[in-house]
C-alpha cells in the first residue's frame, strides 16, 4: 500500500536514519541549549506526577471535596497520561516532531495556568486531564530528540541526563510541591510551571529541529482497544481499594473491559496491516525485554517512593523538610551510578551484566528496609536509600541503550514512548498493589498482635483495672492499641519491602535472553531488519 510504504513501515533504513559515521540524525547549531530547553521540559513533565500529591489535603478543603473524590485530581491526569501517550509516534509523524513537541509543551502551561485557577473539583478535574494529555507526549518526544541530535558516540550520555531527570523528578516532586504548599499556596504548585515552560518554548523554537512528516495511517480501532484497556486498568488500581477489590461488581466490569480489550488489541495488533505500533519493535529482543524491565523499574522505584514518606512522617514523626532530606540520596545515587553506567557503556562494558548488578544492588536495599524497626536510625534511612539509588541508576541507562542500539532512528519516538508507557503502568500497579497489601498486613498483623495483649505481656497494667476507670481506662487502652498499631504497620511495610527484594531478584534472570550490546562509539551499521 502507498500509505505503508509512506510510513516507512518495513522499510530499509535510508542513509539518513543509519549514519555510516560520528553525526548526528538532526544536527543542530547550539547542542547545549536545546539540551537544557528539553530537559526542562521534561522535568516539569516528571515533577507534576508526584509534586500534586502534597497539596491534596489543602486542594480537598479549596475545592469543597470529599477524600473519595479529590483522588480524582490524581487520577484524571494519570488516565489521561496513559490512554494518550500510545499515539505520539504517529502524532510525531503525521504533524512534524517539532510541532508536537513544541504544542505538548504550549498545551502544559496553559493547563497548569487552569489548575492553578480552578475553582472547583469538576474544573481541577478537566484541567488535570487536559495536563496529562499534553504531557503525555513530552518524555518520549525529549528521549527522541535528545537521541536524534546526538552523535552515537554521545547516545549513552545523553540517555544518562535524561535518564536523571527522568528518575530525579518523582524524588524530588513530593518534597518541592510540600515546600511551596506551606511558603505560598497549593496553586503556586501548578503556576510555577508557567514561566519554565515559556522559557522551554523560546529555547524550542529557536533550536529543535524536526524528523520528516509522513503519510501514515491511524489506527483508530487499536487505538480505542488499547485506551479502554489503560484506563480501566488504572480505574481498577485507583478504585480497587474503596472498592474492596472483587467484592464489588465496579470492579469485575473493569477486570472484564481489560481482559477482553487486551485480548482483541493483541488479535488486531498481529493480523491489521498497519497497527498502532511498528511490529518490528517486537521482533526486538532487547527492546521486549527492556519493556519488562521498565515494569520492575516503576513497580520497585515509585512504590518505594510511595512507601516511604507516609511511613516516615506517621510512624516516626518526620515533617515535610526531614523527610525530604532523608530521602535526598536516594537520588545522588541515581546521579552517581548513572554517570559510572554512562562511562562503562563508552567503554565497551557488557550493558546485560549491568543490569544485573544493578538488580542485584537494589535488591540489597530492600533486604536491608525488610531488617527496620521502629528504632531504626535515620542513618540507615539514608544508606539505604543511597543504595538503592545506586542499583536503579546502574539498571537504567544501559537497559535503555540497549533498547536503543539496535532500534532504526525512525522507530524512535515509538519505542520510547512504549518504554515511558510500561514503566508507568509498572508504577501504578507497584503503588496500588503495595498499598493494599499495606492496609490488609497492618489489619491483620494488628489482630494478631492484639491476641498477645495480656496482663503478663503489659507487666505492671491490669487491663480489667483499666476497663473500670472509665474514660482514664479508655485512654489507656488507646495508648496501648496505638503503640499495637504502629508495631503493625511497620511489620506490614516490611511485608512489602520484602516482597519488592524477591520481584527484584526474580527478574535478574531475564538477563541470560538479552543479547550482548554495547553503546557506539563511533560508525553505525544499518540496523537489520
Given at each position: 500500500?502507498?500509505t505503508?510504504?509512506?510510513?516507512g513501515?518495513?522499510r530499509k533504513?535510508?542513509?539518513?536514519?543509519?549514519?555510516?559515521e560520528?553525526?548526528?540524525?538532526?544536527?543542530?547549531?547550539n547542542?547545549?541549549?536545546?539540551?537544557?530547553?528539553?530537559?526542562a521540559?521534561?522535568?516539569?513533565?516528571?515533577?507534576?506526577?508526584?509534586?500534586?500529591?502534597?497539596?491534596?489535603p489543602?486542594m480537598q478543603?479549596a475545592?469543597?471535596?470529599t477524600?473519595d473524590?479529590?483522588s480524582?485530581?490524581?487520577?484524571s491526569y494519570?488516565?489521561?497520561s496513559?490512554v494518550a501517550m500510545?499515539?505520539?509516534g504517529w502524532l510525531?509523524?503525521?504533524?512534524?516532531?517539532?510541532?508536537?513537541?513544541i504544542?505538548s509543551?504550549?498545551?502544559f502551561?496553559?493547563?497548569?495556568m487552569?489548575?492553578?485557577?480552578a475553582q472547583?473539583l469538576?474544573?481541577?478535574?478537566l484541567?488535570?486531564?487536559?495536563?496529562?494529555?499534553?504531557?503525555a507526549?513530552i518524555?518520549p518526544?525529549?528521549?527522541?530528540?535528545l537521541?536524534d541530535?546526538?552523535?552515537?558516540s554521545?547516545?549513552?550520555?545523553?540517555i544518562a541526563?535524561?535518564?536523571m531527570?527522568?528518575m530525579?523528578?518523582?524524588?524530588?516532586?513530593?518534597v518541592l510541591?510540600?515546600?511551596?504548599?506551606?511558603?505560598w499556596t497549593?496553586?503556586?504548585?501548578?503556576?510555577?510551571?508557567?514561566?519554565?515552560?515559556l522559557l522551554?518554548?523560546?529555547?524550542?523554537?529557536a533550536?529543535?529541529?524536526?524528523?520528516?512528516?509522513v503519510?501514515?495511517?491511524?489506527?483508530?480501532?487499536g487505538?480505542?482497544?488499547?485506551?479502554?484497556?489503560l484506563?480501566?486498568?488504572?480505574?481498577?488500581?485507583?478504585?480497587?481499594?474503596?472498592?474492596?477489590?472483587f467484592?464489588?461488581?465496579e470492579?469485575?466490569?473493569?477486570?472484564?473491559?481489560?481482559?477482553?480489550?487486551?485480548?482483541?488489541a493483541v488479535?488486531?495488533?498481529?493480523?491489521a496491516?498497519?497497527p498502532?505500533?511498528?511490529?518490528?519493535?517486537f521482533?526486538?529482543?532487547?527492546f521486549?525485554?527492556?519493556l519488562?524491565?521498565m515494569?520492575v523499574?516503576?513497580v520497585?522505584m515509585?512504590?518505594t517512593?510511595?512507601?516511604?514518606p507516609?511511613m516516615?512522617?506517621?510512624?516516626?514523626?518526620?515533617?515535610?523538610?526531614?523527610t525530604?532530606l532523608?530521602?535526598?540520596?536516594?537520588?545522588?545515587?541515581?546521579?552517581?551510578?548513572?554517570?559510572l553506567?554512562?562511562?562503562l557503556?563508552r567503554?565497551?562494558g557488557?550493558?546485560?551484566?549491568?543490569v544485573a548488578?544493578?538488580?542485584?544492588?537494589g535488591?540489597?536495599?530492600?533486604h536491608?528496609?525488610?531488617?527496620?524497626?521502629?528504632?531504626?536510625?535515620?542513618y540507615?534511612?539514608?544508606?539505604s536509600?543511597l543504595i538503592?539509588?545506586?542499583g536503579?541508576?546502574l539498571?537504567?541507562i544501559?537497559?535503555?541503550t540497549?533498547?536503543?542500539?539496535?532500534?532504526?532512528?525512525?522507530?524512535r519516538?515509538?519505542g520510547s514512548?512504549l518504554?515511558?508507557?510500561?514503566?508507568?503502568v509498572?508504577?501504578?500497579?507497584?503503588?496500588s498493589?503495595?498499598?493494599?497489601l499495606l492496609?490488609r498486613?497492618?489489619?491483620?498483623s494488628h489482630s494478631?498482635?492484639?491476641?498477645h495483649?495480656t496482663?503478663?505481656?503489659?507487666?505492671?497494667?491490669?487491663?480489667?483495672?483499666?476497663?473500670?476507670?472509665?474514660?482514664?481506662g479508655?485512654?489507656g487502652?488507646?495508648?496501648?492499641?496505638?503503640l499495637?498499631?504502629?508495631?503493625a504497620?511497620m511489620?506490614?511495610?516490611?511485608?512489602?519491602?520484602?516482597?519488592m527484594?524477591w520481584?527484584?531478584?526474580?527478574s535478574?534472570?531475564?538477563v541470560?535472553i538479552?543479547?550482548?550490546?554495547?553503546?557506539?562509539?563511533?560508525?553505525?551499521?544499518?540496523?537489520?531488519?
Amino acid at each position: 500500500m502507498a500509505t505503508a510504504a509512506a510510513s516507512g513501515r518495513g522499510r530499509k533504513p535510508r542513509a539518513a536514519d543509519a549514519p555510516l559515521e560520528d553525526i548526528a540524525q538532526l544536527p543542530v547549531e547550539n547542542h547545549f541549549l536545546l539540551i537544557v530547553g528539553v530537559m526542562a521540559a521534561t522535568l516539569l513533565q516528571v515533577l507534576d506526577i508526584t509534586i500534586a500529591n502534597v497539596a491534596i489535603p489543602h486542594m480537598q478543603s479549596a475545592l469543597g471535596a470529599t477524600p473519595d473524590t479529590i483522588s480524582w485530581v490524581l487520577t484524571s491526569y494519570i488516565i489521561a497520561s496513559a490512554v494518550a501517550m500510545p499515539i505520539t509516534g504517529w502524532l510525531s509523524d503525521r504533524i512534524g516532531s517539532r510541532r508536537l513537541f513544541i504544542f505538548s509543551v504550549i498545551g502544559f502551561v496553559i493547563a497548569s495556568m487552569m489548575c492553578g485557577m480552578a475553582q472547583n473539583l469538576e474544573e481541577m478535574v478537566l484541567f488535570r486531564a487536559l495536563q496529562g494529555v499534553a504531557g503525555a507526549f513530552i518524555a518520549p518526544l525529549s528521549q527522541a530528540a535528545l537521541l536524534d541530535t546526538s552523535k552515537p558516540s554521545q547516545q549513552a550520555s545523553i540517555i544518562a541526563l535524561w535518564g536523571m531527570g527522568v528518575m530525579i523528578g518523582p524524588i524530588a516532586g513530593p518534597v518541592l510541591g510540600g515546600w511551596i504548599t506551606e511558603n505560598w499556596t497549593w496553586r503556586w504548585v501548578f503556576y510555577v510551571n508557567v514561566p519554565v515552560g515559556l522559557l522551554c518554548v523560546a529555547i524550542l523554537l529557536a533550536e529543535l529541529p524536526s524528523r520528516e512528516v509522513v503519510k501514515r495511517r491511524f489506527d483508530l480501532f487499536g487505538f480505542a482497544m488499547i485506551a479502554v484497556c489503560l484506563s480501566s486498568l488504572q480505574l481498577l488500581l485507583d478504585r480497587g481499594t474503596q472498592l474492596d477489590w472483587f467484592a464489588s461488581t465496579e470492579t469485575w466490569i473493569y477486570a472484564f473491559l481489560i481482559l477482553s480489550s487486551a485480548w482483541v488489541a493483541v488479535i488486531h495488533f498481529v493480523s491489521a496491516p498497519d497497527p498502532l505500533f511498528d511490529r518490528h519493535l517486537f521482533t526486538n529482543v532487547n527492546f521486549v525485554i527492556a519493556l519488562v524491565f521498565m515494569v520492575v523499574i516503576g513497580v520497585v522505584m515509585f512504590a518505594t517512593m510511595a512507601l516511604l514518606p507516609p511511613m516516615l512522617q506517621g510512624l516516626f514523626n518526620y515533617d515535610v523538610v526531614d523527610t525530604g532530606l532523608v530521602l535526598m540520596p536516594r537520588g545522588i545515587g541515581v546521579l552517581v551510578s548513572m554517570q559510572l553506567s554512562g562511562l562503562l557503556m563508552r567503554k565497551g562494558g557488557d550493558a546485560r551484566w549491568m543490569v544485573a548488578l544493578g538488580f542485584l544492588i537494589g535488591a540489597w536495599s530492600l533486604h536491608m528496609m525488610a531488617g527496620w524497626s521502629l528504632e531504626v536510625d535515620r542513618y540507615h534511612v539514608i544508606v539505604s536509600g543511597l543504595i538503592q539509588g545506586l542499583g536503579i541508576g546502574l539498571v537504567f541507562i544501559p537497559l535503555q541503550t540497549t533498547a536503543f542500539a539496535t532500534l532504526p532512528p525512525h522507530l524512535r519516538t515509538d519505542g520510547s514512548s512504549l518504554l515511558n508507557l510500561t514503566r508507568s503502568v509498572g508504577s501504578s500497579i507497584g503503588i496500588s498493589v503495595m498499598m493494599t497489601l499495606l492496609s490488609r498486613n497492618t489489619q491483620t498483623s494488628h489482630s494478631d498482635l492484639a491476641g498477645h495483649i495480656t496482663p503478663a505481656i503489659t507487666a505492671m497494667l491490669d487491663l480489667s483495672s483499666l476497663q473500670r476507670l472509665q474514660q482514664y481506662g479508655e485512654a489507656g487502652l488507646q495508648v496501648i492499641d496505638g503503640l499495637v498499631t504502629q508495631q503493625a504497620a511497620m511489620i506490614a511495610y516490611i511485608d512489602d519491602f520484602y516482597l519488592m527484594m524477591w520481584l527484584s531478584l526474580a527478574s535478574v534472570p531475564l538477563v541470560l535472553i538479552m543479547r550482548r550490546s554495547r553503546a557506539p562509539t563511533g560508525a553505525v551499521e544499518p540496523p537489520a531488519h
